[in-house]
């Protein structure tokens, strides 16, 4: 089950579990060390991916105003290579067209998801970057 929630209605307990799942992956996984919580979580949409009553997948989107972005995609370890990940961000893009129709969608990409991504429509629209030591791109989807 797909759930979707503004930071404000979340439960402390939906937000731990998230908060916990994305230090869990981006910080300890990746081993990098950045602020993993930001401005953007006051006021941004969650997408929880819950089965059994735990949380097994998730993105965020936020509205920039010129485009609409999402990221923290990720996947709980132990629910890996089933095809969750490629189920999020399917309805994170359907999630994003129902509320903000016709408006672009821009990413930060790692560079290794590349074509992950471009098989959702994404295109690169950079060279590839460090950000916080990891190589990324941006890509973007239009409508």
Do not use: W
């Not at 998230?18 to 919580?37: D, G, S, T, W």
């Not at 920039?64 to 999402?70: C, E, P, R, S, V």
Request: charged letters at 25%; one cysteine or more; aromatic letters at 10%.
């Amino acid at each position: 089950m797909i759930v979707v929630k503004n930071t404000n209605e979340l439960s402390p307990k939906e937000l731990i579990d998230i908060l916990k799942a994305r230090v869990e992956v981006f910080v300890v996984e990746q081993n990098c060390p950045y602020q993993e919580v930001d401005a953007d979580d006051y006021n941004d949409l969650h997408l929880c991916l819950i089965e059994d009553k735990k949380l097994k997948a998730y993105t965020r989107i936020i509205n920039k105003g010129d485009h609409i972005t999402f990221g923290r995609v990720l996947v709980v370890k132990n629910y890996r290579h089933n095809g969750l990940g490629e189920k999020i961000v399917a309805a994170t893009i359907d999630e994003i067209k129902q509320r903000f129709p016709n408006q672009p969608i821009q990413i930060q990409a790692q560079a290794y998801l590349q074509k992950f991504y471009e098989g959702f429509g994404f295109k690169p629209i950079s060279k590839v970057y460090l950000e916080d030591n990891i190589p990324h791109l941006d890509m973007r989807m239009t409508f």
